[in-house]
């Protein structure tokens, strides 16, 4: 099939799929708005750069929207996946009632971005209605969809998980953890607590680094360390609150923050790693609690329903009930106090979950077969476009 996928070239999950879909031998085609991206020209995927005169938020969607509809009048997808709902779903607007696509929904696109803007939730919902499937990667999706935009599209959703590459995570643990360590100047005692997600207010980061001086008082040999995509404006904000709050709590010799970091030293910087800390205020299965799993973390995160396919607490891992300061930073004391204890069990059960049921491969391959029912569809409206 020629599949079409809209989305940001440079997130790992598009990557991912997009790698997986080649692999099965698709003819696929990225097209992708704004600066030009390295990540994916050598993945056996034809990218298309839609570059808009201002890049100004939302608008830059909008603004893409001509140029994306002759581009798809000229590659005639079988199918086309659409990346992040409250950014490339705008491609909803179009007025493309026969064309088959499936809408592939991110963490934040509906409990975040479309609660707390009407234009986002306009997009979404339009976006929503006109697509022949959804997809996400837990049933919880759903739920929010229900919830935050008040609409019912059970009879067109469908649920896995994206999955991880599972073959090379393993490689040379011990030695990527051992390089990681001698580069920090480190050493295999100290504790490392990671968070590798965005750095925006969902996150509440905030809450971590106000946690941090409590859990050195208890544990003094810890450090924390925060990796995170690239910045967009409200992360720059983010970030520098963070690091303004770090020297005046007297924490930042306790404190990394490392940046974007490519995917393969990310894995190697979460084998070097002891803790995986997410307390986001709402999330779908991410690819980075599963990556967590894989390579032995404990993993500490706020009590959401999409973690309930993973983890049991207490037996895999620890659910937050609140994520206030003083409840955070106890529970990661009573870790580092049990980690030699509680590690070993929490990381065999997990190695076992994530192997039997979390392969990427497998999965995009399942999704492609979902792709294939739409592909009979007359795609006659493109040439009305």
């Not at 808009?52 to 140029?67: D, H, S």
């Not at 779903?89 to 007025?95: H, M, R, S, V």
């Not at 070993?344 to 994530?354: D, G, Q, R, T, V």
């Not at 979390?358 to 592909?375: M, R």
Request: some cysteine.
């Amino acid at each position: 099939m020629r599949i079409c996928i809209l989305g940001r070239s440079n997130y790992i999950l598009l990557q991912e799929r997009v790698k997986n879909l080649v692999n099965l031998s698709h003819d696929v085609h990225v097209v992708t708005i704004g600066k030009r991206n390295e990540d994916l020209q050598n993945s056996g995927a034809t990218i298309h750069h839609v570059n808009v005169p201002l890049e100004l938020g939302a608008l830059r969607y909008l603004q893409a929207l001509p140029k994306i509809r002759q581009l798809l009048m000229q590659l005639q997808p079988d199918a086309i996946d659409v990346h992040g709902l409250s950014s490339y779903g705008a491609y909803g607007l179009l007025p493309l009632n026969s064309i088959p696509f499936v809408a592939t929904m991110y963490g934040p696109d509906v409990n975040v971005h479309g609660r707390n803007s009407r234009l986002l939730a306009m997009i979404i919902r339009r976006c929503l209605h006109k697509a022949d499937l959804v997809y996400g990667s837990t049933p919880t999706a759903h739920e929010y969809i229900k919830d935050v935009l008040k609409i019912d599209i059970r009879k067109k959703f469908i649920s896995r998980s994206w999955g991880i590459d599972i073959k090379g995570i393993d490689d040379a643990k011990s030695e990527r953890r051992t390089q990681i360590r001698s580069e920090y100047g480190i050493s295999n005692n100290t504790k490392v607590i990671l968070h590798n997600r965005h750095f925006a207010h969902y996150s509440r980061v905030q809450n971590i680094v106000e946690c941090i001086p409590r859990v050195l008082s208890c544990h003094p040999d810890t450090e924390f360390w925060f990796v995170y995509p690239p910045l967009n404006q409200e992360g720059q904000r983010t970030l520098q609150e963070a690091q303004d709050r770090v020297v005046q709590l007297g924490t930042q010799k306790a404190v990394r923050f490392l940046g974007a970091q490519p995917y393969d030293r990310m894995i190697s910087i979460m084998h070097a790693s002891d803790v995986y800390l997410c307390i986001v205020e709402s999330d779908l299965l991410a690819s980075s609690i599963l990556e967590a799993l894989a390579t032995d973390l404990i993993p500490v995160l706020n009590d959401l329903q999409a973690y309930h396919e993973v983890i049991e607490h207490g037996s895999n891992g620890l659910l937050l009930e609140s994520v206030e300061v003083d409840k955070v930073a106890r529970t990661l004391i009573e870790v580092l106090k049990n980690f030699d204890r509680w590690q070993p069990s929490f990381a065999e059960k997990n190695k076992k979950l994530i192997k039997k049921n979390y392969d990427s491969y497998s999965n995009t391959a399942w999704l492609a077969e979902q792709f294939a029912t739409l592909s009979d569809k007359d795609k006659s409206a493109l040439a009305r476009l």
